[in-house]
C-alpha cells in the first residue's frame, strides 16, 4: 500500500496538486476516520510555523510564519498532522483554477474538465485519494465549487465560526475556511475542533426545499426521486432569483475594494503577479468608500431579510454549479467570465448570507468521472443541522 509520501509526491507529478511538503514522521499518522494521526495538508494562504506561505504567486508576502494558524493549531491539538500545502489559484482570486504561478491544477477526476477554485488543489488532494481531509477557504464559493468539479465533499460553514487569523485573506468580509474530505464524519469533527465555540446540535430536519433543483428539469430527477422515496417533505417556494440578483450587486463593489486594499503594499511588485490577478486586483482601485458602505449596509439588510428563505424549510437544496462541470476547452478568452459566473451563481450568495453550505457529489464512489453535485444550505448557526441532512442525502445515493 503507497504510504502518504508516496501519494503527496503522486499528486504533485500527476496533479500538480501540491506547493511544498511539510516534513513529518509517516509512523505518526493513523488513517482512521478520526483527527488523532490524520495527515492533513492546508491551501498555502494558511499559515503553519516554519514554512513559507506562498498564496501560489512569486509576489513576496513576506510570510515564513513563525507561528501556527488557529485553525492550524485547533486540528494539531486534537491529533491531526500538517503534511502538505496545497497548490491554489494566485491570491485566490479566481473560481475557475487557471492562474498559480505553481501551474494549474489538474483534475484527477477528469483531467479535460475545469477543476475548479481558488481551493484548487486541496481538493485535488481528496479526490486523487492522496489524503482523506485538506483544509481550503472559501468566499465565493472557493471551497464547493472545486468539490463539485472535483466531485468531493465541500463544506463552508457559517461566516465567522472559525478563525481566520493566520490566513492571507482575499476579501475579509467573506473569507471562510473550508473544509474537503472523504467523508461527513471527518468534516464534522474538523469543524467541531475548528470552531470558537461549541456549535449547536443537530436538529431533526422534516421538510427540505428543492425549487432550485426541479426548475433544473431532468438534470436532478435521480435525487428527487429518491427524496420522494424518503421521510423528507419536499416544498417549493424558495425564489432564489431574486437573492442570487441581490448578493451579487453588493458583493462586486465590497470585493473588489477589499481586495484592492489587502493587496496595496504588494503592487510595488506588480509585475511578479500572473497577469489576469493584477487586472482583477486593480479593478477595485476606483471604488469609493461610499459605495462600499451603502454595498455594506446593504449586506446587513439582506442578511436580515433572506432568512424568510427558510419559512417553510429550514434546509435548501440547490446545485453546486449552475451548468454543472465546464470543460478546458469550452472555456474561451470571450466566455471566461461567463463561465466562471456559471460556477458561482449558487455559491456566491451564501457567502454573502453566511449561511453554511456543503457540496455534495451525486457520482457513485465508483464511477468513472465527476457526475453532478448539490449543495445544502442552513441557518447561520445550524452548521451540524445541514451536515446532518447531507449525511442523509449520502445515505439516499
Given at each position: 500500500?503507497p504510504?502518504v509520501?508516496?501519494?503527496?509526491?503522486?499528486?504533485?507529478?500527476?496533479?500538480?496538486?501540491?506547493?511544498?511538503?511539510?516534513?513529518?514522521?509517516?509512523?505518526?499518522?493513523?488513517?482512521?476516520?478520526?483527527?488523532?494521526?490524520?495527515?492533513?495538508?492546508?491551501?498555502?494562504?494558511?499559515?503553519?510555523?516554519?514554512?513559507?506561505?506562498?498564496?501560489?504567486?512569486?509576489?513576496?508576502?513576506?510570510?515564513?510564519?513563525?507561528k501556527?494558524?488557529?485553525?492550524?493549531?485547533?486540528?494539531?491539538?486534537?491529533?491531526?498532522?500538517?503534511?502538505?500545502?496545497?497548490?491554489?489559484?494566485?491570491?485566490?482570486?479566481?473560481i475557475?483554477?487557471?492562474?498559480?504561478?505553481?501551474?494549474?491544477?489538474?483534475?484527477?477526476?477528469?483531467?479535460?474538465?475545469?477543476?475548479?477554485?481558488?481551493?484548487?488543489?486541496?481538493?485535488?488532494?481528496?479526490?486523487?485519494?492522496?489524503?482523506?481531509?485538506?483544509?481550503?477557504?472559501?468566499?465565493?464559493?472557493?471551497?464547493?465549487?472545486?468539490?463539485?468539479?472535483?466531485?468531493?465533499?465541500?463544506?463552508?460553514?457559517?461566516?465567522?465560526?472559525?478563525?481566520?487569523?493566520g490566513?492571507?485573506?482575499?476579501a475579509?468580509?467573506?473569507?471562510?475556511?473550508?473544509?474537503?474530505?472523504?467523508s461527513?464524519?471527518?468534516?464534522?469533527?474538523?469543524?467541531?475542533?475548528?470552531?470558537?465555540?461549541?456549535p449547536?446540535?443537530?436538529?431533526?430536519?422534516?421538510?427540505?426545499?428543492?425549487?432550485?433543483?426541479?426548475?433544473?428539469?431532468?438534470?436532478?430527477?435521480?435525487?428527487?426521486?429518491?427524496?420522494?422515496?424518503?421521510?423528507?417533505?419536499?416544498?417549493?417556494?424558495?425564489?432564489?432569483?431574486?437573492?442570487?440578483?441581490?448578493?451579487?450587486?453588493?458583493?462586486?463593489?465590497?470585493?473588489?475594494?477589499?481586495?484592492?486594499?489587502?493587496?496595496?503594499?504588494?503592487?510595488?511588485?506588480?509585475?511578479?503577479?500572473?497577469?489576469?490577478?493584477?487586472?482583477?486586483?486593480?479593478?477595485?482601485?476606483?471604488?469609493?468608500?461610499?459605495?462600499?458602505?451603502?454595498?455594506?449596509?446593504?449586506?446587513?439588510?439582506?442578511?436580515?431579510?433572506?432568512?424568510?428563505?427558510?419559512?417553510?424549510?429550514?434546509?435548501?437544496?440547490?446545485?453546486?454549479?449552475?451548468?454543472?462541470?465546464?470543460?478546458?476547452?469550452?472555456?474561451?478568452?470571450?466566455?471566461?467570465?461567463?463561465?466562471?459566473?456559471?460556477?458561482?451563481?449558487?455559491?456566491?450568495?451564501?457567502?454573502v448570507?453566511?449561511?453554511?453550505?456543503?457540496?455534495?457529489?451525486?457520482?457513485?464512489?465508483?464511477?468513472?468521472?465527476?457526475?453532478?453535485?448539490?449543495?445544502?444550505?442552513?441557518?447561520?448557526?445550524?452548521?451540524?443541522?445541514?451536515?446532518?441532512?447531507?449525511?442523509?442525502?449520502?445515505?439516499?445515493?
Amino acid at each position: 500500500m503507497p504510504t502518504v509520501s508516496d501519494r503527496l509526491h503522486h499528486a504533485q507529478q500527476d496533479f500538480n496538486a501540491v506547493i511544498s511538503v511539510i516534513p513529518f514522521d509517516e509512523h505518526a499518522l493513523d488513517e482512521s476516520p478520526t483527527l488523532k494521526g490524520q495527515p492533513v495538508a492546508f491551501k498555502d494562504i494558511v499559515d503553519v510555523a516554519g514554512v513559507s506561505t506562498t498564496c501560489g504567486t512569486e509576489v513576496n508576502v513576506g510570510r515564513t510564519p513563525v507561528k501556527d494558524a488557529p485553525v492550524v493549531q485547533r486540528l494539531t491539538a486534537k491529533g491531526a498532522l500538517p503534511v502538505a500545502k496545497a497548490n491554489l489559484q494566485e491570491f485566490s482570486y479566481g473560481i475557475l483554477g487557471d492562474a498559480s504561478a505553481y501551474g494549474r491544477v489538474i483534475n484527477p477526476r477528469d483531467p479535460e474538465v475545469c477543476g475548479g477554485g481558488s481551493s484548487s488543489g486541496s481538493a485535488a488532494l481528496v479526490a486523487c485519494g492522496a489524503l482523506q481531509l485538506t483544509v481550503g477557504s472559501d468566499s465565493a464559493g472557493s471551497v464547493r465549487v472545486p468539490a463539485a468539479c472535483q466531485g468531493v465533499l465541500g463544506f463552508k460553514p457559517t461566516f465567522g465560526v472559525i478563525p481566520v487569523e493566520g490566513v492571507f485573506p482575499f476579501a475579509p468580509s467573506f473569507d471562510c475556511i473550508g473544509f474537503f474530505a472523504s467523508s461527513i464524519d471527518l468534516i464534522e469533527q474538523a469543524f467541531i475542533a475548528t470552531a470558537e465555540e461549541e456549535p449547536a446540535a443537530a436538529q431533526d430536519v422534516s421538510a427540505v426545499d428543492v425549487t432550485a433543483l426541479k426548475a433544473k428539469g431532468e438534470r436532478f430527477a435521480n435525487l428527487l426521486a429518491a427524496l420522494e422515496r424518503s421521510d423528507f417533505e419536499l416544498t417549493e417556494g424558495a425564489d432564489l432569483e431574486g437573492t442570487i440578483a441581490a448578493t451579487a450587486e453588493l458583493y462586486e463593489p465590497m470585493r473588489l475594494k477589499e481586495v484592492y486594499d489587502v493587496h496595496r503594499p504588494l503592487l510595488d511588485q506588480r509585475e511578479k503577479y500572473q497577469d489576469v490577478i493584477l487586472q482583477r486586483v486593480l479593478g477595485g482601485e476606483n471604488i469609493s468608500q461610499e459605495d462600499y458602505d451603502a454595498a455594506a449596509r446593504g449586506v446587513e439588510k439582506l442578511r436580515e431579510d433572506a432568512l424568510a428563505l427558510l419559512a417553510d424549510a429550514p434546509i435548501i437544496l440547490t446545485p453546486t454549479l449552475d451548468s454543472g462541470p465546464l470543460k478546458w476547452s469550452d472555456i474561451t478568452p470571450d466566455n471566461t467570465a461567463e463561465s466562471a459566473a456559471s460556477l458561482r451563481r449558487w455559491t456566491e450568495p451564501f457567502n454573502v448570507l453566511g449561511w453554511p453550505a456543503i457540496t455534495v457529489p451525486l457520482r457513485g464512489e465508483e464511477e468513472e468521472g465527476v457526475g453532478d453535485a448539490v449543495q445544502v444550505v442552513g441557518k447561520p448557526g445550524e452548521d451540524l443541522t445541514v451536515l446532518r441532512v447531507a449525511r442523509a442525502l449520502r445515505a439516499l445515493l
